[in-house]
DNA sequence: TCCCAAATTTAACGAATTGTAACAGGCGAC
DNA sequence: GTCGCCTGTTACAATTCGTTAAATTTGGGA
């Protein structure tokens, strides 16, 4: 479970530094940039989990950036402007700006306004194949789950599509309603036990003791709750 | 697909009404609510997709419901107030929120920053909490309770919300009131003995003399009073 | 001190929810 | 066609949790 990573994108160096600092004592990796050009080069091999984005950039616009960021990037963007006008902030959150601070700013702002945005992951990695998890590493694009002791066994499209949803958004609640509607397939139609028998037949796969299950929680009358902790590759 | 709901949490008519205003314009449904037991009524039979919420609130504290909010529903949270100072931005996103705008604002903005949290859906977030007490440790992220001699036991979701009730204000008397409130689902309406039954199972599982408990002392004629040394981690 | 009404405990019950074994239809491989 | 796997359906078992009601406790007054 490696730190988030957040870039830092202003041409102010002291900004730069104080904004690296800070995000490195919370715990953050840092990743900082002083022209968008520089940051566009190193978006092609590294995906960020937040990025900071000063709009008063010299080679770029930093609005048409930010709108590019929150098409293609997963994500969260936070922009951060001397530009104080409502009408600014509007359109940079309109342009699909998660957040807007407004200079000067306090660091530690920054950082609670980051674990904010990193609370909700934006769009869990949808193209990813791999996620490891309590000592299991599922590859969807082959339908087979591995064990840490090299076990290996294969799983369903059904199955799988369980095991993503729940690994897209662990440790959260997941209402009955949300996966009927987020289940493709028959799923969605049948409005019987559907639903328990897939789950039922996940955590067998997953060799969960039925009594006491450890990663798929059932809250009686709300839904269930993944309690791994992933990594998605 | 219907509007989103948006409900306004704030004593004063007439940003109640500025909101409503400009939140209907914008396209949602709103419903709003001057005092805090007014709108956690409301809760009970609505599921809005954004709160509002002015901390500075005459019923209650807002950042214990802002708190209680991030954990329990799926709304996106945001805090309104006039509050402006870094270290009370800080606690309220730390406590959940999911933003936190000053007064006094333009509801442009507050559309702005409304849209933005509806772009990325979130679920309910568990409380990964866990707390110490007299010989137990209670993980509220796993319901498991594990006593100091390695003992192992389970507990289910009514269990942990009178747990946690009691563990949150250890040593305080709390009356029956107080728990009905704070207590969610079907207890909430229920006036009849399902608190009891609640705290006796809840007794049994913590291995009480029912003659003589020491940890959930009952005050005749006045309510309950947990009497362990609680550390949280 | 004794008695009684109110408050509290808890065993037992049952409605609703969830788990899962067993079955059956669909579909591809051979 | 036959076999085997996937997956929804069914039926029944198990669990959760509020309700009921009987038992017990409490505290004030006789």
Redesign the pocket.
């Known amino acids: 479970m490696t730190a988030p990573l957040v870039t830092i994108l202003d041409d102010e160096p002291q900004i730069r530094a104080m904004l690296a600092d800070a995000l490195t004592d919370a715990g953050f990796r840092t990743a900082s940039f002083a022209r968008a050009t520089e940051f566009e080069a190193a978006l092609r091999h590294t995906t960020p989990d937040v990025c900071l984005v000063d709009l008063g950039l010299p080679d770029k616009d930093g609005l048409a950036l930010v709108h590019r960021l929150a098409l293609e990037s997963g994500a969260a963007i936070i922009i951060i402007s001397g530009r104080a006008q409502v009408q600014d902030r509007v359109t940079g959150l309109e342009l699909g700006a998660d957040d807007y601070i407004i200079k000067p700013f306090d660091p530690a702002e920054v950082v609670a306004r980051i674990r904010a945005r990193l609370r909700t992951p934006k769009s869990p990695e949808i193209d990813s194949a791999t996620a490891h998890f309590n000592g299991w590493t599922a590859f969807f694009d082959r339908y087979i789950l591995v064990s840490d002791q090299g076990e290996e066994s294969?799983f369903?499209?059904?199955?799988g599509e369980v095991l993503r949803l729940f690994l897209e958004a662990p440790k959260r609640l997941i209402s009955?309603q949300q996966m009927q509607e987020r289940l493709g397939?028959?799923?969605a139609e049948?409005f019987?036990?559907?639903m328990?028998?897939?789950?039922?037949r996940l955590?067998t796969k997953l060799g969960e003791d039925?009594?006491n299950p450890r990663l798929i929680k059932?809250i009686?009358?709300?839904?269930y709750i993944f309690l791994g902790d992933v990594t998605w590759e």
Do not use: F
């Open positions: 294969t369903s499209h059904a199955e009955r397939g028959a799923a049948s019987d036990r559907a328990d028998v897939r789950i039922s955590r039925p009594k059932t009686y009358g709300a839904g």
